[in-house]
T-cell receptor, first 110, second 113 residues
Framework: KQEVTQIPAALSVPEGENLVLNCSFTDSAIYNLQWFRQDPGKGLTSLLLIQSSQREQTSGRLNASLDKSSGRSTLYIAASQPGDSATYLCAVGVTDKLIFGTGTRLQVFP | KAGVTQTPRYLIKTRGQQVTLSCSPISGHRSVSWYQQTPGQGLQFLFE???????NKGNFPGRFSGRQFSNSRSEMNVSTLELGDSALYLCASSFDRGRNTIYFGEGSWLTVV
């Protein structure tokens, strides 16, 4: 059974820091891995999608990597800003559904 | 291009009642899936519809059901509501099945009292 774990569960950092959020999964048989952001009381916003054949994806200050063999993905946020404060969720795509991690709650203070 | 639209956004129901939630996917998207989010269980997959057919179902009781219409719009229904059904119900759409980016709506907040 696929299990997805995110570490750390919560993170509080000053503005300007570079951050790494971690995601691990137990079964490497995945279609893809997607990172989402969720603001309080809101739905999920897709940040990056990495297909199983890819190693990384970049969008602006965000970079996500995928190592299927070790069951790991990292989301790198460069030069963090208060507006980055949210919960970040990773999800692995398997047979037409997503299995989510429990999320990392990020707070960036000025 | 409009995103995934869910209605209603908030609702309060009494135990034993039933509820229907609606989802309009992004135009052109044919796959619609539903997820339940609770503080205790996190995000859990409910079901996925494609071409008006349920293709995949999560581990939820039969009280949870859904359907998809020919225009890809989807509804989910929960009958005989229980307190534990209080959750944020999220609808997501994607162009096709499996490997595409999945886009979520803002969700429907259901409170069962």
């Amino acid at each position: 059974k696929q299990e997805v774990t995110q570490i750390p569960a919560a993170l509080s950092v000053p503005e300007g820091e570079n951050l790494v959020l971690n995601c691990s999964f137990t079964d490497s048989a995945i279609y893809n891995l997607q990172w989402f952001r969720q603001d309080p009381g809101k739905g999920l916003t897709s940040l990056l999608l990495i297909q199983s054949s890819q190693r990384e994806q970049t969008s602006g200050r965000l970079n996500a990597s995928l190592d299927k063999s070790s069951g790991r993905s990292t989301l790198y946020i460069a030069a963090s800003q208060p507006g980055d404060s949210a919960t970040y969720l990773c999800a692995v795509g398997v047979t037409d559904k997503l299995i989510f991690g429990t999320g990392t709650r990020l707070q960036v203070f000025p | 291009k409009a995103g995934v639209t869910q209605t209603p956004r908030y609702l309060i129901k009494t135990r034993g009642q039933q509820v229907t939630l609606s989802c309009s996917p992004i135009s052109g998207h044919r796959s619609v899936s539903w997820y339940q989010q609770t503080p205790g269980q996190g995000l859990q997959f409910l079901f996925e519809y494609f071409s008006e057919t349920q293709r995949n179902k999560g581990n939820f009781p039969g009280r949870f059901s859904g359907r998809q219409f020919s225009n890809s719009r989807s509804e989910m229904n929960v009958s005989t509501l229980e307190l534990g059904d209080s959750a944020l119900y999220l609808c997501a759409s994607s162009f096709d099945r499996g490997r595409n980016t999945i886009y979520f709506g803002e969700g429907s907040w259901l409170t069962v009292v």
